[in-house]
């Protein structure tokens, strides 16, 4: 949890799948106290409790469609004003088209958020891209193998089992997801940069994107974050 209770604002978390972007959305939540929010959750927490924008919500979802971004925004919407949200949050998975994009910024354009000494002060969002080698990322999706019976996780590149797709641990055979096969992960990975390209590019041009070397050790990589979320707040909070 933070030390202190100064406003963070939006931080915006882009990369790839198994870019590592769940485990430094963790950390940003343990380090400042904020909310981490992803429409997943948010889609089935209306779902759950019935509300009107989860009901026409699940009318989509229950026949394996996107949800239509009129109906998202409204879910957003309610999520960002949500009062855990008054210093901050982080968003892992949205926007995900420079349309989303450009509707969040108008919904963000006059949001303020509280500092520690009782005065709001407007936080534009830290968009954090992080980037790394396809090869590796290739390897680090496609290699995982996990024990059905005790649910250990292991790569066949990274973190091998002593005896080749045996558990550790149990003896049991591991298995692959078919997410993790070769086919289904390159389409993935390709699928997000033909969608991500034109949004980083969009972030760029507004000088808000932030790019780190995803490939480093994970305590690397989440300092140099923390770094750019807080050179963001004190820039824009005039410190």
């Not at 009901?55 to 855990?84: C, I, N, W």
């Not at 292991?154 to 641990?169: G, L, M």
Request: charge should be neutral; aromatic fraction near 6%; charged fraction near 30%.
């Amino acid at each position: 949890m933070s030390e202190t209770n100064e406003a963070v604002g939006p931080v915006i978390l882009l990369g790839p799948p198994g870019a590592g972007k769940g485990t430094q959305a963790k950390e940003i939540v343990a380090r400042y106290g904020l909310p981490q929010i992803s429409t997943g959750d948010i889609l089935r927490d209306h779902k759950a409790r019935g509300t009107a924008l989860g009901a026409k919500a699940a009318e989509y979802m229950d026949k394996g469609q996107l949800v239509p971004d009129q109906v998202l925004f409204g879910l957003v919407t309610d999520r960002l004003h949500s009062k855990d949200c008054h210093r901050g949050f982080v968003l892992d998975g949205f926007p995900r088209t420079v349309e989303q994009a450009e509707w969040l910024d108008k919904l963000l354009a006059g949001k303020l958020f509280d500092n520690e000494n009782g005065e709001q002060v407007r936080i534009l969002p830290v968009v954090i891209d992080i980037q790394m080698d396809y090869n590796r990322l290739f390897q680090r999706l496609t290699g995982r193998r996990t024990c059905p019976s005790c649910k250990r996780i292991y790569n066949v590149y990274f973190q091998p089992p002593r005896k080749s797709e045996t558990c550790d641990d149990d003896g049991s055979k591991l298995e692959t997801r078919k997410d993790d096969s070769e086919a289904v992960v390159s389409e993935r990975l390709k699928e997000y940069e033909r969608k991500t390209l034109p949004l980083t590019e969009y972030y760029r041009q507004k000088g808000r994107l932030r790019e780190v070397n995803g490939d480093r050790d994970v305590a690397d990589v989440t300092r140099e974050i923390m770094g750019m979320i807080d050179s963001n707040r004190s820039v824009q909070a005039g410190r």
